[in-house]
């Protein structure tokens, strides 16, 4: 019924720069936060940004000062604007959007499948 599916993921070398992008999709009333996180193989997936339907954003203490998390409403995407990457940032990225579709009165979590992020020289 929704999905999320995020692209943009690949191989970037140390101080670059990559945009991550997530697409909600299906039968959808309305869209409440939507956020990025990511996860290292072996750790807990941690939040990396979210941003509110009213603009409202949040920041892990890693990613401010070089990750931006814009959105476009009518698009019902979230993207993810990394710079200064550094190889600590490896990881797989999810979208993660609240949601609440049009047989539902209440919003509830969805993910998208994830998109690897490897920096490296």
Do not use: H
Not at 27 to 55: C, D, H
Not at 64 to 87: C, E
Not at 94 to 99: E, T
Request: aromatic fraction near 10%; hydrophobic fraction near 30%; proline fraction near 3%.
């Amino acid at each position: 019924q929704v999905q999320l599916v995020e692209s943009g993921g690949g191989l970037v070398q140390p101080g670059g720069s990559l945009r991550l992008s997530c697409a909600a999709s299906g039968n959808i009333f309305r869209i409440n936060a939507m956020g990025w996180y990511r996860q290292v193989p072996g750790k807990q997936r941690e939040l990396v940004a979210v941003i509110t339907s009213g603009g409202d954003t949040n920041y892990a203490a890693s990613a401010k000062g070089r990750f931006t998390i814009p959105r476009d409403n009518a698009k019902k995407t979230v993207y993810l604007q990394m710079s200064s990457l550094s190889p600590e940032d490896t990881a797989d990225y999810y979208c993660n959007a609240a949601i609440r579709t049009f047989s539902s009165s209440s919003y509830d979590t969805y993910w998208g499948q994830g998109t690897q992020v490897t920096v490296s020289s």
